[in-house]
């Protein structure tokens, strides 16, 4: 099991940007973020496979947000730029065994969420 606490979160106006960061209790070969809104499913936003650290992106975010790691400290960040309303949701960090294409990852380890509102 890995344990993962996350930071960041919180409110901001269309445009705005917002950070958030996501440590790891121990190495892994792949995290992420994934969010879910009010009455929707839970979308995979981000990915990084740790030991390359080579990315992907759902297409709603790419050109936005930026995910990015620090190894040293088990830490993932996800840099998020230009928020949108519809980028309103509790975003989750998730790790676990590296899948690809991620797509098809479901994660074993998940974070407790942090929520990011964005207003218009």
């Known amino acids: 099991q890995v344990q993962l606490v996350e930071s960041g979160g919180g409110s901001v106006q269309a445009g705005g940007s917002l950070r958030l960061s996501c440590a790891a209790s121990r190495y892994i070969t792949m995290m992420g973020w994934f969010r879910q809104a009010p009455g929707k499913e839970r979308e995979g936003v981000a990915v990084?496979?740790?030991?390359?650290?080579?990315?992907d992106y759902a297409d709603s975010v790419k050109g936005r947000f930026t995910i990015s790691q620090d190894t040293a400290k088990k830490t993932v960040y996800l840099q998020m730029n230009s928020l949108k309303p519809e980028d309103t949701a509790m975003y989750y960090c998730?790790?676990?065994?590296?899948?690809?294409?991620?797509?098809?990852?479901?994660?074993?380890?998940w974070g407790q969420g942090t929520q990011v509102t964005v207003s218009s």
């Open positions: 990084i496979y740790t030991g390359g650290g080579s990315t």
């Open positions: 998730a790790a676990g065994p590296s899948v690809r294409p991620w797509e098809n990852w479901v994660p074993s380890n």
